[in-house]
């Protein structure tokens, strides 16, 4: 199995994934599938395509939050070059021969992928809020967008965790 696996190009980003970008999708698809077939009790296979979904909104909600990242980056003028996907997250690729930047850029882009994802949690908040209840199969995946969006793109997003857009800002806070 090849290391880096070509999945195209999107708004002019090269797209790429590793290896554990398909572990990682299906992780999630049977984290849903079980939360769907023991929490919520739904049929086999209602549950394993409800699964599905969920996987594939979220490798597109991370790539929605990519895309913030990328309008950002352009706004600074030291624009994004790619997203290479990894486990259940991304990184924004950028240019190997990018300059020292001021720590007002590395924030600016930063900031980008957690507000894209917070705007973005309000209609699908509200989709959500339609399509209930929340135990019948596409309540409980507008739910899951809605949550992953708000819980994990937009706040969680913006935690010093190391990794996350978070570590970013507060290490270039001040600078």
Not at 24 to 43: D, K, Q, S
Not at 82 to 110: M, T
Request: charged fraction near 10%; aromatic fraction near 10%.
């Amino acid at each position: 199995m090849q290391s880096k696996i070509e999945l195209g190009r999107v708004a002019g980003l090269r797209l790429t994934a590793g290896n554990s970008a398909i572990l990682g999708f299906m992780g999630v698809w049977a984290a849903a599938f079980v939360v769907a077939l023991t929490a919520l009790e739904l049929p086999s296979l209602e549950a394993m395509i409800g699964g599905l979904l969920c996987a594939v909104i979220h490798f597109a909600l991370e790539l929605a939050h990519q895309l913030g990242h990328a309008i950002a980056a352009r706004a600074t003028g030291w624009p994004m070059t790619g997203v290479h996907f990894w486990l259940i997250l991304a990184l924004s690729k950028y240019p190997s021969d990018e300059p020292e930047l001021p720590g007002r850029v590395h924030i600016r882009r930063a900031l980008g992928g957690p507000i894209a994802s917070l705007l973005l949690s309000i209609p699908l908040g509200l989709l959500a809020g339609a399509l209930r209840p929340w135990d019948a199969t596409p309540g409980w995946i507008a739910a899951f967008a809605f949550l992953d969006c708000l819980l994990f793109f937009g706040i969680g997003a913006l935690l010093p965790l190391g990794f996350t857009d978070g570590s970013t800002i507060l290490r270039w806070w001040g600078k």
